[in-house]
Every structure is written in structure tokens, then in C-alpha cells.
């Protein structure tokens, strides 16, 4: 029961930690290096691999964590989360068959979907196009994150979600 | 990694949920929209709550950006250290003429009575965090509500403004920076050769680290290195803060600002509140309908003075006929409504 309790958690809670990471208000390099979103990171991974441990629900609430952990204007970060999600799980074939650098690319077609309703968003809520480099930048360096972090979510699903599996 | 090694579970059923969430989601937007303070209170709560961590990573994070960002500085210093001195010097000429200057301006506010500067009371804080994100330029301050900083203030280090307090919490406060996408600041700004009059604009930030200058009419012309400083409008900064100076050219024009928020550790808090104007003392020879050259109604000044009426007598009744003071301009209603000793009678407000 308590490892069935933890396997279901263990998604949300990656992706929570994941945002209280990556917006720790602590820049390196002078503000270069924007920070990366992790919290889509299990998203991404369990939105594809057990999308019944990574709900639309479980997307919403990692998105609103970003929303207040990032600062600016409510709900942008949720929409985009849960719009990315959407579109991942219609795809889901499409992108859990991918392997090795298209892999990657995957996740970057998926980031590049939260980035830029991001974008758009914030740009009709302020009816201003902002400045594209610090949200390709957020991009590039999410999807630079991607490769490490798949490998540790990896890791933590072997070992603590993959023998449930079976369950379904 | 996501591979074909994954087994990959079968397809949720969730797709009501989904919908409903993404519904949630746009909805969360829109009230978002017209309440930017939604998540504010629990912001600062997490903020307050990390505040110790920040405090103990701050000097090894400082060290390393220092570290970091001194390395290419060092193919550079001997030419660096040329230009210093040489801009030491031009900056002791510039500070005998600012001493001159400032005894001047004394000497002159002493002979017109000029009434000084209201005192601004300043919190001084430490930077124990930054954020810069696509759509958010903040840093955080160690200083909250327990030491009197309030959202709206000014923030300041040695060499000029950086932004404003977006939100406190008790013992962290937000600073939303000059350059960051939400940042308004009315601004004026000052012919760098002293010859042409100041322009008021507005100087807005669109998360670039040159903000723009807007409202200013097409045929204005700046130059390259006017300074632009607060205006105060408004009254919630104090007029005067250097801000930074102009570049670019016309319909383009931008500041270059010159505070660095990424290097500054230690800010000034700006408690500025513009003192209400004072009342005239009020007095008859003062009144509106005296300097206008009319006689006093002095009735009606001396009917407040009187003691008050006994019990018995009735108050004041609608119909009775106070005598009227003649108007002759429509803005000495507000004056005389001011004044302790002429308040209007009820019912004859619409004269």
C-alpha cells in the first residue's frame, strides 16, 4: 500500500521539486543563463510513460506552483503546462516511440509548445510582443536539461514505480 | 530517457479531465488578469520561508559570479585601469563644481525662503536573491514589512535607481526592476547641455535592459546622453532619483540605466511620502470673498463662533435664511468648504 502510495506520488512530486529548483532566485553566470523549466520535465516523462500517475490535474497543480513561484502574471505558466500536456497525450504514440536525439527533439517540439503559449499569452495579456530571447533561451537551456533529468526520472521510475507496471 | 524500451501503459481515460483542467487553466488567466495580486500572499510566504537558505547560499553564489564574471576581465585590466584614472580625474573637477554648485543652491534657497526637502527615510537592505526569468526581472531584499518597507517604493544603490517594491512580505520584499515588462516610471528628462527645458515621459521596461521612453510627442528631440531622472509624479517616488541617460534616436528612444542590478548587493529603501499641503491659516482678511473685494458676511463667520444653543432651542431648520456670501468665482466654493470657520449650509451647496 505504501509503495503503491508513493509510486503515485512520486510523479507529482518531482515535478514539484522540480519547480521549486529551478526558480530559486539564485542566478549564476550574471543572469546569462535563464533558469530551466524542471518542472515539465516529469510532465513530459510520465505524461508519455503512465499518464494515469501524471493527470491533467497533476499538470495543473505543478503549473500553478511555477505561476507563484515564478512571479508575473497568474495562470500563464498553468495554461501552458496543461495545453503541452494536451497535446502530448494525443501524440503519445508518436512521441513515446521516439529514441536517443529524437528523443530529445520530442521534448523540444513539447517545450517549444509551453514556451511559446507562454509567450503569445503574456504578449495578448500586455498587448506587447516581449523581447524572444530569454524565452529561447528558457528553451534551449530546458531542453539542454532534458538529457540528465531524463535520466534521473528514469532511474526513480526503475526503481521505484517500474515493478507496478505490471498492475496495468 | 522516453524510448521504445518503455512500456507504455495504456491510454488514460482522461480525457473529460482534461478538457475541464484546460477550461480551469484559461480561466485562471483571465483572473489573473484582473487580479495580478492572485498568488501574491503566497509568494511571499514561500519567500519568507526560504529567506535563511538564501541568506546562507549568498556568499558562496556572490563569490562564484564574481569569479566567473571577472574572468575575461583580466585580458583587460591594464587598459581598464588606465580609463579609471583617467575618469578619476575628470571626476574631481566635476565634484569641486558640484560643491560650488550646491552652495549656490543653498545661498539662493536661503534668500527666496525655499521650502526644503521633504526627509525621506530610508530602509537599507541586502540582496539575498535574484531572479531573471522571461517574463520577470526581480531581485529579493532581506528587508520586509517588519522593517517598514511598503510596496511602491523606490529602491536605490550607490549610483541610482533600480526599481520599485512589488510586493513585502515580513521579513523579504520583491523588487520588480526598471528594465521588467510591468515597470512604469513617469520620468523627466534633462538636456544634457542645461540649454533646452525638461520633458516629462514615461520610461517603460520590456524585460530589455535598455527600457523604452514613451508619451512623448513625435517632435520631440532628444539627444544622445540627456539624463533622465524621477519625476515624481504621482507622489509615490521622490522626484529627482537618477535614473540613467538617453540613447538611441527619434521614435526609438531608450535609457541606458546606471545602477546594474546584477552587480548591486546592498540597496536603500525609499520611504518617500509627499507631505499634504498645508491649509492657509484661515483668517478674515484671507478669505476668497474678502480678496476679491467684497464685504464680509460677517454673520455667517460669526454665527460657529457663538456658543452653542441651549437644549430647547431648535436646531437649525432647512428654511431658515442664513445669510449668503456672494461667489464671485465658481472655484471659491472648495476654498471656503476647507475653511473651519464658513462651512456652507446644507441644502445650499448647488448655488
Known amino acids: ?168 | 530517457m522516453a524510448n521504445n524500451t518503455w512500456k507504455i501503459a495504456r491510454r488514460s481515460n482522461a480525457q473529460l479531465p482534461l478538457v475541464i483542467v484546460l477550461a480551469l487553466a484559461v480561466v485562471l488567466v483571465l483572473l489573473g488578469k484582473s487580479q495580478s495580486g492572485l498568488f501574491d500572499h503566497a509568494r511571499m510566504r514561500i519567500t519568507d520561508l526560504m529567506a535563511p537558505t538564501l541568506e546562507s547560499v549568498r556568499a558562496p553564489v556572490r563569490g562564484f559570479n564574481r569569479w566567473t564574471g571577472s574572468i575575461d576581465e583580466l585580458f583587460t585590466v591594464y587598459q581598464q585601469n588606465l580609463a579609471l584614472k583617467d575618469e578619476n580625474a575628470r571626476l574631481k573637477q566635476w565634484r569641486n563644481v558640484a560643491v560650488v554648485m550646491e552652495g549656490r543652491v543653498r545661498h539662493y534657497q536661503d534668500m527666496l525662503h525655499a521650502v526644503p526637502d521633504p526627509d525621506i527615510n530610508t530602509v537599507l537592505a541586502r540582496v539575498i536573491g535574484r531572479a531573471s526569468r522571461p517574463f520577470l526581472q526581480t531581485m529579493i531584499l532581506d528587508a520586509g514589512t517588519a522593517h517598514a518597507v511598503k510596496p511602491g517604493e523606490a529602491v536605490v544603490d550607490s549610483r541610482g535607481m533600480i526599481g520599485r517594491i512589488y510586493l513585502a512580505g515580513d521579513h523579504t520584499s520583491w523588487v520588480i526592476l526598471l528594465s521588467d515588462l510591468n515597470s512604469r516610471i513617469p520620468v523627466t528628462i534633462a538636456a544634457a547641455d542645461g540649454k533646452a527645458a525638461a520633458l516629462q515621459a514615461i520610461m517603460t521596461g520590456d524585460n530589455t535592459a535598455m527600457p523604452m521612453l514613451d508619451t512623448l510627442s513625435d517632435s520631440v528631440i532628444l539627444r544622445p546622453g540627456d539624463q533622465v531622472v524621477s519625476s515624481g509624479d504621482g507622489g509615490l517616488l521622490p522626484p529627482g532619483l537618477p535614473i540613467g541617460t538617453v540613447v538611441g534616436g527619434p521614435g526609438a528612444y531608450r535609457v541606458t540605466l546606471l545602477a546594474d542590478p546584477a552587480s548591486s548587493e546592498d540597496v536603500e529603501v525609499l520611504a518617500f511620502r509627499k507631505p499634504a499641503e498645508a491649509l492657509p491659516p484661515a483668517s478674515i482678511s484671507e478669505l476668497p470673498a474678502v480678496a476679491a473685494g467684497l464685504p464680509p458676511a460677517s454673520a455667517a463667520i460669526a454665527a460657529p463662533a457663538a456658543p452653542p444653543a441651549p437644549v430647547a432651542a431648535p436646531a437649525r431648520p432647512a428654511a431658515t435664511p442664513l445669510p449668503q456670501m456672494p461667489r464671485p468665482a465658481g472655484n471659491i466654493s472648495a476654498s471656503v468648504q476647507t475653511s473651519p470657520i464658513v462651512a456652507p449650509p446644507p441644502g445650499n451647496g448647488n448655488e
Open chain 1, 1 to 168: 500500500m505504501g509503495a503503491r502510495l508513493a509510486s503515485a506520488l512520486l510523479p507529482v512530486l518531482c515535478g514539484l521539486l522540480g519547480v521549486l529548483l529551478s526558480n530559486l532566485p539564485i542566478t549564476l553566470f550574471g543572469s546569462l543563463v535563464p533558469p530551466p523549466l524542471l518542472g515539465f520535465i516529469p510532465i513530459y516523462f510520465w505524461c508519455l510513460v503512465r499518464p494515469d500517475l501524471m493527470t491533467p490535474a497533476a499538470a495543473f497543480a505543478i503549473g500553478i506552483l511555477q505561476d507563484v513561484m515564478a512571479g508575473g502574471s497568474p495562470g500563464i505558466w498553468t495554461l501552458s503546462f496543461v495545453l503541452s500536456y494536451a497535446v502530448i497525450q494525443r501524440q503519445r504514440d508518436a512521441f513515446a516511440g521516439l529514441a536517443g536525439l529524437a528523443a530529445v527533439l520530442g521534448f523540444a517540439t513539447a517545450t517549444l509548445i509551453v514556451c511559446a503559449t507562454a509567450y503569445f499569452t503574456t504578449a495578448a495579456l500586455y498587448w506587447h510582443l516581449p523581447p524572444v530571447g530569454p524565452i529561447v533561451g528558457e528553451l534551449a537551456i530546458t531542453v539542454l536539461f532534458y538529457i540528465p533529468g531524463a535520466f534521473v526520472i528514469g532511474a526513480l521510475h526503475r526503481r521505484l514505480v517500474g515493478p507496478l507496471r505490471s498492475d496495468f
